[in-house]
């Protein structure tokens, strides 16, 4: 169910490959104001042609996503079935020089710079949650072709030896 009610603990579960563990992080519902320009700033459209800087198009998620961001749970999860996740006692998602930390100003983990620990060195959770909070929906049926470019320069292709 598509719950209506705007709210900034909105759970989004990582699984970070690196160590095999998944993540839980929180994000606030965006605005509609905040998807216009996360979609203005993320690429540019001319007619049905689109210009996409993927390297631009990632800070501009790292951005948005750090501003929507509002926290993350202590523990890393396990799924429990039905789609549904559970902390795991004593196994913390996120620390900083061998010592957990907490974005929970209730915990005796809590730091205050912990977005920007999690921007500066989780920064694909972060950008991750932009992708999927400003992603929206989509149809199932498809749509009309948009064609992408890119300002890289075409490569051409290797000569056989």
Do not use: C
């Amino acid at each position: 169910m598509l719950d209506l009610k705007k709210t900034d603990r909105n759970r989004l579960v990582i699984f970070e490959e690196s160590v095999g563990e998944r993540k839980g992080v929180y994000y606030a519902t965006p605005t509609a104001s905040q998807v216009v320009r996360y979609n203005r700033e993320s690429m540019k459209k001319k007619g049905n042609k689109v210009s996409f800087d993927p390297g631009e198009a990632y800070m501009v998620a790292l951005r948005f996503g750090s501003e929507i961001l509002t926290g993350f749970d202590e523990m890393n999860l396990r799924e429990n079935g039905g789609g549904t996740y559970v902390p795991i006692d004593g196994d913390y998602a996120y620390g900083f020089d061998g010592k957990p930390i907490s974005s929970d100003p209730a915990s005796p983990n809590y730091r205050e710079d912990w977005k920007e620990l999690l921007k500066d060195t989780a920064h694909s959770h972060v950008a991750l949650v932009a992708r999927v909070a400003f992603g929206g929906a989509r149809t199932e049926q498809g749509g009309e072709e948009i064609v992408f470019e890119t300002d890289a320069e075409e490569v051409p292709p290797l000569a056989k030896s």
